[in-house]
């Protein structure tokens, strides 16, 4: 069975203080990975996808990375916008079923 | 450009009432999927519509049934409500298919039963 976990549960930084946040899955085969970030009150919003072991996208302040147990999201010198729920999922080789994580609450402090 | 829009916003029912929730995706998309959030299951895929026909499905009971009309506008209907069933219902639109492409979603359809 499919699965995938978010560290830390909820992480607050002080503005330009840069960190990441982690996505470990466990899929038979994966066929991608997502990244979506929340906020309060609105449907998830599409950052990034990726597809093979050593791909890297970046956006603005965001970075993700893939290796074949997890992701990371980097994010560097962040700002109070920049405070939301962020979401991994992952899709197996057999596309049938999304996978989410239980997200990663983020909060950044002027 | 006009983005996915979810009707109503809020819902109140009772338990063994049916509902239905309204989903317009982005012009142009033929993609819709459902998807149920709620705090201790967190965001879970439902089922998704592709030119009118469920192309893939996710491990909920026949009480969750969607369709798709010819304008990709779709609709998912809950019947025989379960307390349990409370939660945000997001839809979710894209160019393809969902698995192919990224998803844009609405802002839900927060359903609670009574």
């Known amino acids: 069975e499919d699965q995938v976990t978010q560290s830390p549960e909820a992480l607050r930084l002080q503005e330009g203080e840069s960190s990441s946040l982690n996505c470990s899955y466990t899929?038979?085969?994966?066929?991608?990975l997502f990244w979506y970030r929340q906020d309060p009150g609105k449907g998830p919003e599409f950052l990034f996808t990726?597809?093979?072991a050593g791909e890297e996208k970046e956006k603005e302040r965001l970075k993700a990375t893939l290796t074949k147990k997890e992701s990371f999201l980097h994010i560097t010198a962040p700002k109070p916008e920049d405070s939301a729920t962020y979401l991994c999922?992952?899709?197996?080789?057999?596309?049938?079923?999304?996978?989410f994580g239980p997200g990663t609450r983020l909060s950044v402090l002027p | 450009k006009a983005g996915v829009t979810q009707t109503p916003r809020y819902l109140i029912k009772t338990r063994g009432q049916q509902v239905t929730l309204s989903c317009s995706p982005i012009?142009?998309?033929?993609?819709v999927s459902w998807y149920q959030q709620t705090p201790g299951q967190g965001l879970q895929f439902l089922f998704e519509?592709?030119?009118?026909?469920?192309?893939n499905k996710g491990n909920f009971p026949g009480r969750f049934s969607g369709r798709q009309f010819s304008n990709s506008r779709s609709e998912m209907n809950v019947s025989t409500l379960e307390l349990g069933d409370s939660a945000l219902y997001l839809c979710?639109?894209?160019?393809?298919?969902?698995?192919?492409?990224?998803?844009?979603f609405g802002d839900g359809t927060r359903l609670s039963i009574l």
């Open positions: 899929v038979s085969g994966l066929r991608g």
């Open positions: 979710a639109s894209s160019i393809g298919t969902a698995f192919d492409q990224p998803q844009h």
């Open positions: 519509y592709f030119s009118e026909t469920q192309r």
């Open positions: 012009s142009g998309h033929r993609s």
């Open positions: 999922a992952v899709l197996n080789n057999y596309g049938q079923n999304f996978v």
């Open positions: 990726l597809y093979s």
